[in-house]
């Protein structure tokens, strides 16, 4: 299920998001978590099972029409598992009948590669 990110859930969607390369260094981290945190056009979601399993993080594109999925991560002890497509496709149904949910080019990659574990 698909939990909008909150300040109680800050520990955990920073360790997932550490997962991710280009997330490791703390000082980056930090400021993409107050960036969803304080800009209204972020949003960052959880997936949550029995527990919180992933993230996915949107920027909104008012003029675009676009959510564009800047993160999205799994802990590693659960891909594999269609966890990311899961996500991906509740993203899409959360926003997708007012945004285009699309993909930058560092999400490319991972979105693809659920897309083929999902198959």
């Known amino acids: 299920m698909l ?6 859930f800050e ?22 978590i107050k960036e969803y945190e304080t800009n209204e056009n972020w949003q ?14 949107v ?4 003029s ?23 996500m991906v496709d509740a993203v899409n149904n959360q926003l997708g009948s007012k945004y285009s949910v699309c993909s930058n080019t560092r999400t490319d990659a991972f979105i693809a590669h659920c897309e083929d574990k999902a198959k």
Do not use: C
């Not at 800047?70 to 966890?83: A, L």
């Open 3 to 8: 939990i909008r990110y909150k300040k109680s």
């Open 64 to 86: 675009q029409e676009q959510a564009v999925i800047q993160h999205i991560t799994v802990n590693p002890s659960h891909r594999n598992m269609g966890i990311g497509k899961k």
């Open 59 to 62: 920027q909104i594109d008012e």
């Open 44 to 57: 960052l979601f959880l997936w949550k099972e029995e527990d919180i399993l992933g993230a996915i993080g």
């Open 11 to 32: 520990k955990i969607a920073m360790g997932l998001l550490s997962f991710m390369p280009e997330e490791k260094e703390v000082k980056k981290l930090i400021g993409t």
